[in-house]
């Protein structure tokens, strides 16, 4: 069952979305060679509880972090540490904010500082697959249209798709029906309606699309340690389109 939301809820979650593409805009300054990403999570935390939210993500599964912090070879996942960022890293971060009870989720892959072409190629068609696949969504949309897009798109720009994780509906939870692959067939899977709130993001690495678990059971990496990027943002389904609700 995939949820229609009512005028009240997509009122909260617009809410909750500005908040997590506020927290965004907030930490742009802070991501910067010497910072930990234990002080961006800090940062962070305290911007979402200033907005009278909560970081949706703190103790989800017993996630020990307020947001997530993968950088270079980290997929998702990466645990807020004492490691500092450094020039040339990429770093991708995923934010979520409940608000009264209704989630919003984007995560954004950062440059700290100069890094190499091959990472910027890696960030700017990760983040066109993300703006392809959120192009494909309108009342009638199949699923399987939006991960078909995202994946002829990373095909064509020869980038590996991650696809044991997925995009997801969201609402009064983090991860509500449907499920939301960066891969699929025209034409297959359930299909969109007006009011339904979905969060897309392509993860998309450099070299192999094969991925696996760390050790401290959350970070996922590249099984060759090439980099990944993240796109993610939560939408609306219209009538005739989408709506963005974790703008920047
Ligand atoms: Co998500």
Redesign the pocket.
Known sequence: MINIKTSREIELMKIAGAIVGETHKYLIPYIRPGITTKELDNIAYNFIISKHATPSFKGYDGYPGSICTSINEEVVHGIPSNRKLKEGDIISI?I?ACYKGYHG???WTYKVGKVSKDCEYLMEHTEKALFIGLNQVKEGTRIGDIGNAIENYAKEHKLGVVKELV??G?GSN??EMPDVPNYGKRGTGPILKEGMVI?I?PMLNLGTANIYLLDDDWTIITADNKPSAHF?H?VLVLKDGFEILTKR
Do not use: N, P, Y
């Open positions: 995923d979520g989720d984007s995560a995009g997801h969201i983090l991860h969060a993001e993610e939560t």
